[in-house]
């Protein structure tokens, strides 16, 4: 089977880090000998006696022309920055074993040109980026065969870190050996393993190799693509990839950028609703005058995600303009399209401006189905902004028995997914598609003259930073691109397919044992489930289920997540990590019982 991160093909990396040394790039060889170049030399105990002054000792004495030579802490950790002078060279070299290494040398060597530490060194790209490619793909090894090793929820207590690390940051360089041994032994007891195959929290954050090279790639062109003259490849493949995965997506064609839609990657799904919201908030007060701003009303539902919220508040939508319609579980908590009819009705009555729905495919709860089809032609009905965040789920409607879920997308003016969370794009990657593009340009567009610049076809041209809240960007589809490519899309449903198929699996077993029971139906790869009440006790439910997460999750051996629905308390279980096989729902499940059984002994229940 393809999977997605399996380890061995982080091999694949090489190549980029090849790729990138191998890049055109004009490299001054003029520097000297290769001394100085050494990392790790000279590990071990003494006071490095040599004929250089203080060499080793700590003091900082300064040799030849003002190279800092001993500058260490203390006796034996003295550092070689540089090798001095030629004519202090062959004086001796610290005789000793100081724990001290030799960096790039900062002086002349028997004459040659001076060899500086240089930020982006292509031959040490080369040395370090394969040693930190073989760290990566050990991480993914040792997630699934050393579990034990990585508690999936880190189980560090707050400031954990402040103890383990100095007051300040070294005034010399120190080895990329050191630093991963500290990774190894500080950081990674506070990472909470999001991509180890036990990880059924949230949603996931879903990796892949091609995703990892695509970020690889990105982070050695690291280019800045705020308009098209800036990396023209940047902006013209995000055009054209958001156009392929509009069509896997069967967008209707007014979302291509062959018309007067398009796509365009956000940072993150946050930053998507609220470039819309501006978007349309600019498109109704061009209509209404803008003194209106205060009578704007916008519509979504007590499951939409929080980031709505936010981007009504910086938009400056009043908070009391802003109807989360109550949903419940007659509708499995998707908004009654007779609800937001009615509001409208109510506000327009009252001398609202109704400008702005949000619709959900795949809410952050319960991954609750808001019905697109009445809810856009209400919208349309009423001119009213439709927005359709499927941040989490928009990612599985590329499967043809998924897409019905967005049936109904003709009638929006905008979409969203987020492919990090489950298109293997990693963190971040969040497509956002629009109608009418020069809506959302007049609300972000600027002009200022130092980015002016002349361009033949100037009216083909796009110039992301006006599609976005900031200026610089990411070459933000190379990965997606990569993704498409390196996997094709058959595979990507299949992985999808599997993960879903996982979370049925899970229900399954939910299903089976009486002490549970299923909360909502389940649409994705998300269950949601809790210890079923007795006799209709729901409080002390809520309090069974809050122990047996605490539980579970202390464990370190899963990690699943909670929520709130129609105030109960509930269980989530979420498949979406890129190593996740059956093997590990089946043990999920057996922790999950295990510490249930553990409760109802203690008499919780
Ligand atoms: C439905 C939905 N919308 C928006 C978001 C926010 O996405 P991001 O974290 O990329 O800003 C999430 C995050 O979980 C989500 O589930």
Redo the contacts with the bound molecule.
Sequence with gaps: MLRPLKHEIYKASSLITTFIQHLPIPIDMDYGNDIGNGHDIGHGNGNGIGNYNGVGNGIGNRVGKGHEIGNGHGIGNGYVNGIGTSDVLGKGHGLGNGNGYVNYGNGKVNGAKEKKMRPMESELLREQGHIMVDFIADYYKNLEDSPKDFPVLSQVQPGYLRDMLPDSAPDHPESLKELLDDVSKKIMPGITHWQSPSYFA??ASSTSVAGFLGEMLNAGLSVVGFTWLTSPAATELEVIVLDWLAKLLQLPNDFHSTGNGGGVI????????LVVVLAARGRILKKVGKNSLPRLVVYATDQ?????RKACLISGIHEENIRLLKTDSSTNYGMPPESLEQAISSDLAKGFIPFFICA?????SSAAVDPLVPLGEIAKSYGIWMHV?????GSACICPENRKYIDGIENADSF?I?A??WLFSN??C?PLWIKDRYSLIDALKTNPEYLEYKVSKRDEVVNYKDWQISLSRRFRSLKLWMVLRLYGSENLKNFIRDHINLAKQFEDYVAQDSNFEIVTTRYFSLVCFRIAPIDGDEDQCNVQNRALIAAVNSTGNIFISHTALSGKFILRFAVGAPLTEEKHVTEAWQIIQKHASKLILNGHF
Excluded: I, P, R, W
């Excluded at 939409?304 to 709505?308: D, E, G, Q």
């Excluded at 959900?360 to 952050?364: H, N, P």
């Excluded at 965040?389 to 789920?393: E, L, R």
């Design positions: 949230y949603y956000q940072g993150t799904g946050c930053e998507a609703v939409t995600h929080s980031s709505f959900t495919v795949g809410t952050t965040d499927a941040a989490y789920a969203n987020n990090h969370k963190q971040t969040s």
